[in-house]
């Protein structure tokens, strides 16, 4: 039997939103942006390059509520914007000075390969794969992998039971990858946003959306009548800022921007406007792997 119910978060409007292709800067939905700060670094680090480029160019994700959404009126919200209005700021630019990128999972690697973007902040999961090609500051948030179902479909209560169940998630993401190893008798299928996978389930094409449990917070926010989410977190996902391979300054800066954001309140502050709409009690900031 086909399912009548309508997403009140708006998925329909998640869509809309990838079709356009401005760039975003100011989110009614964040925190205050930093003041940009006076600070002088050595010529010929990319701070110094970007400080005198004056703009910065961050790959975020477009349809991840909570982390990165774009807004009908061109804004961008969530906390891995926030966290670029944070980096920017300790490079001396304004919150105008961003320029935000939609950077979806399958082209965050050769956007900073390619040099399309300086810096990638878009739910990007640290792993020894891509540390291969591409560098990683922070983490900056850590969750983990599980499932959004229909609110009327209790077959699933987690990922034991997902034989012969079919399963969404994102082209070239972690969590596409985990889901055939762990449900190996599911069916798998891909589309290149989350907030298609949950459409997919509204129309009966899939009957579980997976990916980390703070994405699947957002896809739920308004919607709550139409989705839940089920089962233990099975996987851990430390989120970090990609870089360009080999750039140890701009790696170090970045480090040591995300540890003085979490001793001045700005990580708490942003991690409230945003991951605090759906969690009450919001975790401490983990602590930055300088591998």
Request: glycine share 10%; charged share 25%; aromatic share 6%.
């Amino acid at each position: 039997m086909r399912r009548t119910r309508t997403a009140r978060l708006a998925l329909l409007g998640l869509t809309t939103a990838l079709a356009l292709s401005a760039c975003g800067s100011d989110d009614e939905g964040g925190s205050a942006a930093p003041a940009p700060e006076q600070t002088t670094f050595e010529a010929g680090t990319t701070m110094a390059a970007i400080q005198e480029r004056g703009t910065i160019r961050i790959g975020v994700k477009y349809d991840q509520p909570l982390f990165g959404e774009r807004q009908l009126s061109g804004d961008v919200e969530g906390l891995d914007v926030e966290m670029g209005k944070i980096i920017a700021a300790k490079l001396g630019l304004a919150e105008d000075d961003i320029e935000f990128v939609e950077a979806v999972s399958r082209n965050r690697e050769p956007f900073l390969q390619q040099g399309q973007v300086d810096l990638v902040i878009a739910t990007y999961t640290i792993n020894d794969t891509r540390k291969e090609v591409v560098d990683f500051a922070g983490p900056y948030y850590i969750t983990g992998q599980s499932l959004l179902v229909a609110a009327d479909d209790d077959s699933i209560g987690g990922k034991e039971d997902l034989a012969g169940k079919t399963v969404c998630s994102v082209t070239g993401s972690t969590p596409l990858e985990r889901i055939k190893t762990e449900a190996p008798q599911a069916t798998v299928i891909e589309f290149d946003t989350y907030g298609r996978c949950a459409q997919a389930v509204l129309n009966d094409q899939a009957d579980a959306v997976t990916t980390d449990e703070a994405i699947l917070l957002g896809l739920l926010l308004g919607a709550e009548e139409d989705f839940k989410v089920v089962g233990e977190q099975f996987s851990e996902e430390p989120y970090g800022i990609g870089l360009k391979k080999g750039d140890q300054a701009f790696r170090d800066f970045l480090n040591d921007t995300i540890e003085a954001s979490y001793e001045d309140g700005s990580y708490q502050e942003a991690l409230e406007a945003t991951v605090g709409q759906v969690q009450d009690e919001l975790p401490e900031g983990p602590p930055v792997d300088r591998y």
